[in-house]
């Protein structure tokens, strides 16, 4: 589910390279918006004119609260041979 898989990944993944406890919540609850759609993460993404990059950038998110487009931004850039598989 996405409780136990997706969001709980991604939490430990950001405490691991990024931030803290008040981070990992503003991320979680970040996620929880972009899951259902919801304002800053509504916008539609056009892959004929749109990347992901430009996406995430367009989100408007409060300076210091970025986190879950850092994160988003820093899976985007692993290359599959450079991943670890379990």
């Given at each position: 589910?996405y ?12 405490k ?12 979680k ?16 993404f ?9 996406w995430w ?5 409060k ?17 599959p041979?450079?991943a670890?598989?379990?």
């Amino acid at each position: 589910t996405y409780k136990k898989v997706v969001l709980q990944k991604a939490l430990e993944i950001w405490k691991q390279t990024e931030g803290g406890e008040i981070s990992a919540k503003i991320l979680k609850a970040q996620m929880s918006l972009y899951k259902n759609w919801e304002p800053p993460f509504d916008d539609e993404f056009v892959e004929s004119v749109d990347n992901v990059n430009n996406w995430w950038s367009n989100c408007e998110l409060k300076k210091n609260e970025k986190h879950i487009a850092d994160l988003a931004l820093k899976l985007h850039a692993i290359i599959p041979h450079n991943a670890s598989y379990k």
